[in-house]
């Protein structure tokens, strides 16, 4: 059974950058499709980085340019470079996974009722 595990957020200034990790435990990388989704207080969860099952990657457009998404199957680990933080990339940090064979565009905008696996998240706060 695939259990997701993030890791690597924290606080930082507006400017600064993070690298998020997703552990894919109990399970090979290379049978999912994935991505990474953010919660802000008070806001709906939102897909903004995702990678299909042959490898082509998505962003929403207020991160393009910013984050790059990659994976490392011998780590079996999902990445999120994150460049160039601003305040408004405060937010919960979540890792998820689905079996299906899929775009990156099915990933990102699943939501979270269509996406099988979900890690519990990493907190990225951004100040100015």
């Known amino acids: 059974l695939l259990h997701l595990v993030e890791s690597g957020g924290g606080s930082v200034q507006a400017g600064g950058s993070l690298r998020l990790s997703c552990l894919f435990s109990g399970a090979n990388i290379t049978d999912y499709c994935m991505g990474w989704y953010r919660q802000a207080p008070g806001k709906e969860r939102e897909g903004i980085a995702a990678m299909g099952s042959n490898g082509d990657t998505t962003y929403v457009h207020f991160v393009k340019g910013r984050f790059t998404i990659s994976k490392d199957n011998a780590k079996n680990t999902l990445y999120l470079q994150m460049n160039n933080l601003k305040p408004e990339d405060t937010a919960m940090y979540f890792c998820?996974?689905?079996?299906?064979?899929?775009?990156?565009?099915?990933?990102?905008?699943?939501?979270?009722?269509?996406?099988?696996?979900w890690g519990k998240g990493t907190l990225v706060t951004c100040s100015s």
């Open positions: 998820t996974a689905d079996s299906a064979r899929a775009s990156a565009d099915y990933v990102l905008y699943s939501g979270y009722n269509g996406m099988d696996y």
